[in-house]
DNA sequence: TTAGGGTTAG
């Protein structure tokens, strides 16, 4: 055990374990007279109930060293504490394994499914697994962690596989399974499979349940079918609550009819969800007016301490051209993510101040150590190259491809490559655009707005023998998108090729593409 | 012991 303690020392250094409870806890077991399991098991489930991992975690240790028995009642609420504490979780979760196999808990049907929850929600799936095979009973709550599991660590179609087979083995499924595998059709925007799981939710009856009723609201507006969405929404026969009303919300933004989502949200209790979809809506929308309305209500509600409201508050000022508003509202979040940054970040870049979107991106850098610092993404790194790119800063957009791969460990993606070569490309540095196009393209790593960054290169600096290389790239790459079709016709017909502008009209034809008519917005007044 | 809604990009 003393590997437990040391690591639980060491997890307090990064900030989960809160002095004050842990000499509550400590206080508390010495004093108390009569120290039996099921005493300290409940303690332990509160602790976790109240949200005080740290506190549960403690407590367990200390059960521990003073050999109190731990039975399943002991690993359940520690299991969940260690899911709750990100960055020690799976650390001690693994200690806390090592116990249960000690106290043979390990191959108990409800202890056994808390540890690979915990496993799952720490992201280790292939230990959640493991778990599962080596379980000698297993009941529809560990199937339904198992397919969980797979939908939260990003395999998807394992999960649909496995709901698959568990049906061909006549496994008794639940409304919890009917829900957990619509979200992984939603994932996959596997449309067919997702109208069978509707026909199963009305055959046995789990329509009537609020939860699976959501899910399949969330699948069908996840594969843009708004019109199943609302009939599952006002189908469905009993008091609907916020999170429902919200998914349907997000649908709406989702799908583009911000109309009816604003009359969605006026037909609700204001809640933080609801209102964070809405600012996306007014950001699409770019009205300006139903956002300070909604942030007035963040306001009223007293919702400010909110971070990811916060964040679609400051995204929506910057979409909006209110930039200074947009960074009034960033000063005050009180807990900023890495999202928060992302965000004014990318606002100063938009609006052309590259410099300032540096400034800030140093200022995010030199607040990593802080407390609450946080570490940039590979978004952060896109909306900075994206501000050096709107003005014109080459080198620091080099610098910052550099700092990426070499400081933070993230290797640039394809997206981060077609910025850097769009801004060279604007600048006419045309051949230090191809060469690092040719690095992208030497590593199989082509996408079609690599290609496009490249082929506007070549527009600005009339380069004709590059851009039929890139062409050629673009049609192996299947590209349906008319507009990349009517740059390359384009293309040709400035440089006089008018053979070469009729064939790629040729090709648009024969794949029934054609160029939706661009248009612009602005507001007065 | 398991399940449903929200923020960042080009």
Same mark, same amino acid.
């Given at each position: ?26 206080? #508390? ?355 900075? #190259? ?7 800063? $080459? ?14 460990? $993230? ?52 380069? #004709? ?20 079709? *009517? ?25 029934? #593409? ?7 917005? $602005?507001? *007065?007044?």
């Amino acid at each position: 055990m003393q590997a437990f303690s040391s690591l639980f020392r060491r997890s307090s250094i990064h900030g989960p374990c809160k002095p004050p409870e842990c000499l509550a806890a400590q206080h #508390l077991l010495g004093e108390m007279p009569h120290r039996n399991s099921t005493r300290l098991n409940a303690l332990l489930s509160a602790h976790v109930r109240d949200k005080d991992p740290s506190s549960a975690l403690l407590l367990f240790f200390q059960m521990h060293r003073h050999s109190i028995p731990l039975d399943g009642f002991s690993f359940n609420p520690v299991l969940a504490a260690c899911t709750a504490l990100p960055a020690a979780g799976s650390h001690l979760g693994r200690q806390v394994h090592a116990l249960m196999l000690k106290t043979a808990c390990a191959s108990e049907l409800i202890p056994a499914t808390s540890l690979l929850d915990m496993y799952s929600k720490c992201g280790l799936s292939g230990d959640a697994v493991a778990v599962f095979d080596e379980m000698p009973e297993r009941d529809i709550i560990t199937w339904n962690a198992l397919l969980s599991c797979f939908i939260s660590n990003g395999h998807a179609q394992r999960a649909i596989n496995t709901f698959s087979s568990m049906v061909k083995n006549r496994v008794q499924f639940t409304g919890f399974t009917v829900s957990t595998v619509l979200k992984a059709c939603a994932s996959l925007l596997s449309h067919s499979q997702g109208l069978q799981l509707h026909g199963l939710a009305v055959v046995t009856g789990c329509l009537h349940s609020l939860v699976t009723a959501t899910s399949l609201v969330d699948f069908y507006s996840s594969c843009g079918m708004v019109v199943q969405a609302i009939q599952v929404f006002t189908g469905f026969d009993c008091p609907k609550d916020s999170k429902m009303c919200n998914t349907l919300l997000s649908g709406f933004v989702q799908n583009q009819r911000y109309n009816e989502a604003f009359k969605l949200l006026g037909q609700t209790t204001p809640n933080t969800v609801g209102l964070t979809c809405a600012l996306t809506a007014c950001s699409e929308t770019l009205n300006l007016e139903y956002g300070k309305q909604i942030h007035c209500a963040v306001l009223r509600h007293d919702f400010n301490s909110e971070t990811i409201l916060c964040n679609a508050l400051v995204n929506m000022y910057a979409k909006c051209g209110e930039i200074h508003s947009a960074h009034s509202a960033f000063s005050l979040i009180e807990e900023k993510n890495v999202v928060s940054w992302t965000c004014i970040i990318d606002a100063y870049g938009r609006h052309g101040h590259g410099s300032e979107a540096l400034e800030l991106f140093k200022e995010m850098e030199s607040a990593e150590g802080s407390p609450t610092g946080v570490l940039p993404n590979a978004v952060t790194f896109l909306s900075v #190259l994206s501000a050096c790119g709107h003005s014109g800063i $080459i080198d620091e957009g080099r610098k910052c491809l550099n700092l990426m791969r070499d400081k933070y460990g $993230i290797e640039p993606g394809p997206e981060h490559y077609a910025c850097f070569i769009d801004m060279l490309g604007k600048a006419g540095r045309i051949e230090e655009a191809w060469d690092v196009y040719s690095r992208v393209a030497g590593e199989g790593r082509l996408n079609v707005g690599v290609c496009v960054a490249m082929l506007n290169g070549c527009k600005v600096c009339m380069d #004709l023998e590059r851009s039929e290389v890139v062409a050629q790239h673009l049609m192996e790459l299947g590209e349906d998108r008319a507009g990349v079709y *009517i740059l390359l016709s384009n293309f040709y017909a400035a440089n006089g090729r008018w053979e070469g502008a009729e064939n790629i009209r040729k090709v648009m034809g024969y794949r029934g #593409l054609s160029k939706v008519v661009g248009s612009s917005q $602005i507001a *007065i007044g």
